[in-house]
């Protein structure tokens, strides 16, 4: 079976525009994660989804991220007016429920730069 | 709130066993996880322990927890070159959706 995509897998974008990045899940998983990957910050935890619900945004650096999940599928995380501090891959995790081991399947990620 | 912390280089040599060590500061903390990231790739899950167990074995891995310590290492026996990549250890909690808090990762250079 397919795992993870992501879509783009590279964007370059300039400073103040919007990004749209995409995530195809595991078919049946019902959580979904979004993680960032920086030389500077490591990897750090942004937004997890059960089902459609967002329990927890706390890693959202900013008001400029957002996300969403439409049926309990694909994900879309948004920045607007991006920042060159945005540049980093983008990981997005799925894994079957949120509760237990929750074994997270990552995707290759979206590498973004802002210039 | 939590940290995860792991030395950030190994070197090895190829057919010798390889160590890497984690340690953490939640004491809530679930489930403990090592991902392994090959260059340009995503991240792969190589195993993952309950925090009631202390030793988890698969194939050349060797998983041992020490709570009491809170500290974590991987294992790897007979290392091969394709084994060089950076480890993540992570942990979560139940409780908290299963988010994951990753360690700094180490490098580990396998040389011939």
């Known amino acids: 079976g397919a795992g993870v995509s992501q879509s783009p897998s590279n964007k370059v974008t300039e400073k103040g525009k919007d990004v749209e990045l995409r995530c195809d899940p595991i078919?049946?998983?019902?959580?979904l994660y979004w993680y960032r990957q920086s030389l500077g910050q490591g990897l750090e935890f942004l937004i997890y989804f059960q089902g459609n619900s967002a329990p927890d945004k706390s890693g959202l650096p900013s008001d400029r991220f957002s996300a969403e999940r439409t049926g309990g599928s694909v994900s879309t995380l948004t920045i607007q007016r991006t920042q060159q501090e945005d540049s980093a891959v983008y990981l997005c995790?799925?894994?079957?429920?949120?509760?237990?081991?929750?074994?997270?399947?990552f995707g290759p990620g979206t590498r973004l730069t802002v210039t | 709130g939590e940290d995860v912390e792991q030395s950030l280089f190994l070197s090895v040599r190829e057919g010798d066993s390889s160590v890497i060590n984690c340690t953490y500061t939640d004491s809530s903390s679930t489930y403990l996880y090592w991902y392994k990231q090959e260059p340009g790739a995503g991240l792969q899950l190589l195993t993952y322990?309950?925090?009631?167990?202390d030793m988890k074995q698969d194939q050349r891995l060797t998983v041992l927890l020490n709570k009491k310590d809170k500290h974590l290492s991987l294992r790897i026996a007979d290392t091969q070159t394709g084994d060089s990549a950076i480890y993540f250890c992570?942990?979560?909690?139940?409780?908290?959706?299963?988010?994951?808090?990753f360690g700094t990762g180490t490098q580990l250079k396998v040389e011939l």
């Open positions: 992570a942990e979560s909690s139940t409780g908290g959706g299963n988010k994951l808090t």
């Open positions: 078919s049946g998983h019902t959580a």
């Open positions: 995790a799925s894994s079957f429920d949120s509760q237990g081991a929750g074994e997270q399947y």
């Open positions: 322990i309950f925090s009631n167990m």
